[in-house]
């Protein structure tokens, strides 16, 4: 199973992974925790490339094309073989990311961008994606206040607005795939509220 968490900036995707993944394994599943872009030598360094705010030039389509790259070697190189090897996925972000930042955020074409993400995924879907949904200006403070500012947070926030608004509309078009936590809670009730909702979404586990 291929499980994704999305969000705005400081929705605390990759502050609530380690704990979920604790949580889950002491349930009996084998989960491999990875992120994106990275989760791979190659995907790293393009994230850094990304993410440096010496790069401040980059372009929307290059932007884009950077996130396709290091996707695409993540999904052949890490998620394919765990998911092959039956084990549960979960990534910190995917391409939801993208046409959420990319697509909606810089106003690019959506069909354009999605054409992408399916050249760079060769299709892979995630079979649950989490929305940790926030209120822009909340999850940009939160990164503010604990030091983690990159190229991406430094868009305006009209730019983060567009990210968010993106995400619910995603939501709504896809319904099934989706389960939306409201992540403007404190942080122990967003984990439990994380715990709750994948677990009711998992097969069984497999018992040795
Ligand atoms: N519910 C919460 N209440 C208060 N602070 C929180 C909460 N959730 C996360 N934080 C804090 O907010 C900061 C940002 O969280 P985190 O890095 O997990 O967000 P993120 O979704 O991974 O952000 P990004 O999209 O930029 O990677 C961290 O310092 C984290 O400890
Ligand atoms: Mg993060």
């Not at 949580?23 to 009996?28: A, D, I």
């Not at 989960?31 to 980059?58: A, C, Y």
């Not at 998911?83 to 979960?90: Q, W």
């Amino acid at each position: 199973m291929f499980i994704t968490l999305e969000g705005p900036e400081g929705s605390g995707k990759t502050s609530h992974i380690p704990y979920l993944v604790e949580y889950l394994r002491e349930r009996g599943y084998t989960v491999f925790p990875t992120r994106e872009p990275g989760g791979t030598s190659i995907g790293e360094q393009i994230r850094d490339v990304l993410h440096s705010l010496k790069n401040t030039e980059m372009h929307p389509r290059a932007e884009t094309l950077l996130y396709q790259a290091a996707r695409a070697q993540f999904v052949e190189q890490v998620v394919r073989p765990r998911l092959t090897l039956g084990e549960i996925v979960l990534s910190d972000r995917y391409a939801d990311s993208t046409l959420a930042y990319q697509g909606y955020g810089h106003q690019q074409d959506l069909e354009q961008v999605r054409l992408l993400i399916r050249y760079a995924t060769g299709s892979l879907v995630p079979d649950l994606t989490v929305l940790l949904d926030i209120d822009v200006q909340v999850g940009l403070q939160r990164k503010q206040k604990a030091d983690e500012w990159n190229r991406m947070d430094a868009y305006t926030v009209e730019f983060h607005q567009r990210v968010r608004a993106g995400y619910l509309e995603m939501v709504k078009q896809e319904p099934g795939r989706w389960i939306v936590v409201d992540a403007g809670q404190t942080w122990a009730d967003v984990q439990a509220a994380l715990r709750n909702k994948i677990l009711a979404c998992l097969p069984p586990a497999q018992t040795q």
